[in-house]
Structures are given as C-alpha cells and as structure tokens.
C-alpha cells in the first residue's frame, strides 16, 4: 500500500505565508492523483478545502490555494488567521483506492 | 441544502458487527459516491472504501475487504456502512463523505463514535 507524507508539523506567524505538501515515498504526484486538501479541527468532522489539485469551494477563504509543487501536491495559505490553526489532511488517488496523508499540525504562533 | 446525517455512537464487544447510517438529503442522491473514512483516536484519517449508489457497486480498501460491506438504500436516500468481527483497533470515528465523480469531494457526515470494548 503507498504511504502518503506530510510534514508532521508547522509552524508560521500571523500574517505569514506557509506552504505544505504531500506525496508518497517515491514517484511523483500527477494532477491524476486528484489531490483534495482537508481541514480538520479538533472535534469536528474534515472539511473540504481543495479539490482535484487546485478547486476551492464556495466556503473555501480566498488565502488558501492548491497546486503541485516539485513533484507533490502542496496547499499554500496566504496571510495566515489564528483560526486557521488546526489539522491539515490531504488525499490522493491510486488506481482506484484512496490514501491519506498522515496529515500536518498547523500552529499559527 | 446538502446534509449528510450519520447514526448515534455505538458501544460493541470485540467479535461483534456495527452498522453505521448516513441520511442524505438536499441533492440527487445517485449522482454522487458516498465513502467511508475513519479516525482511530489522535490518529490520521484512512479512507475505508466507497460506494456508487447509482449501480450498488463498491470499492474496498484491500485492508477492510472481506470485514466491511458498503450498501445504499435509494428509496431512502441513506448509505450504510457494515463492519464485522470487530477488534479494539475498530475503535474510531467513522464518516461518511460525498465525491462528485473526478476526486471533488465535499461534504461530510458529522461523524459516528464507534467503540470496541468487553
């Protein structure tokens, strides 16, 4: 089974511009693994921020932004909010399966 | 507008079955996949496998195949998740999520507390 990497944590500033990325331990992420990014806080349920590499939603702030950066799918968020501090998922596509990422501890400090 | 309603909590025993319910509504409920996630305490999320319930054709991840049946009920608009021979490692939140086919996932149940537990 392909195991799916995030950074397990990071850290940015209010205001500031973080980056963060997700792909397996070898080969490169394709817009054909139709990358969704996730927002989970903590006991709630995940919820849809980007899908298929770079789609938002109608609930989705204009600071966060999808893409493939290097070879793996990555989530950008511009102008960090303290309410943006939570948990990070992605999910990637397999011929026919799904795999989540281990997910990325944002802190915003 | 769209709402994805999933069962109560459920306490079971190890060796026992759960059937988890997610109520949709606000949408057509063929036009979208329904899947399966779970979340073991303070762990990742693992996506368990999903159906299609335009046709009841379902997709398994190989981990949960031949321990968890994915059905539908059109008439009803709900999805069902089946999980058998249930161990403590089952203990977990499940939801259920709606795909629009091509990977735009959406929506999302509020989650189902199940705890495996003698």
């Known amino acids: 089974q392909t195991v799916v990497t995030q950074e397990p944590s990071l850290t940015v500033s209010p205001g500031g511009t973080v980056t963060l990325t997700c792909g397996p331990s070898?080969?490169?992420?394709?817009?054909?693994?139709?990358p969704n990014w996730f927002q989970q806080q903590p006991g709630q349920a995940p919820r849809t921020l980007i899908y298929?590499?770079?789609n938002k939603h109608s609930w989705t702030p204009a600071r966060f932004s999808g893409s493939l950066l290097g070879g793996k799918a990555a989530l950008t968020l511009s102008g960090v909010q303290p309410e943006d501090e939570a948990e990070y998922y992605c999910?990637?596509?397999?011929?026919?399966?799904?795999?989540f990422g281990g997910g990325t501890k944002l802190t915003v400090l | 507008q769209v709402q994805l309603v999933q069962s109560g909590a459920e306490v079971k025993e190890p060796g026992a079955s759960v059937k988890v319910s997610c109520k949709t509504s606000?949408?057509?409920?063929?036009?979208?996949?329904i899947h399966w996630v779970r979340q073991a305490p303070g762990q990742s999320l693992e996506w368990m496998g999903m159906?299609?319930?335009?046709?009841?054709?379902?997709n398994y991840a190989q981990k949960f195949q031949g321990r968890v049946t994915m059905t539908r009920d059109t008439s009803i608009t709900t999805a069902y998740m089946d999980v058998s021979s249930l161990r403590s490692d089952d203990t977990a939140v499940y939801f259920c999520?709606?795909?629009?086919?091509?990977?735009?996932?959406?929506?999302w149940g509020q989650g189902t507390l199940v705890t495996v537990s003698s």
């Open positions: 999520a709606r795909e629009l086919r091509g990977g735009h996932f959406d929506y």
């Open positions: 298929s590499t770079n």
């Open positions: 606000g949408y057509t409920f063929t036009d979208y996949y």
């Open positions: 070898t080969g490169a992420v394709t817009s054909g693994h139709l």
């Open positions: 159906i299609n319930p335009n046709t009841g054709g379902t």
């Open positions: 999910l990637l596509f397999y011929g026919g399966s799904w795999v």
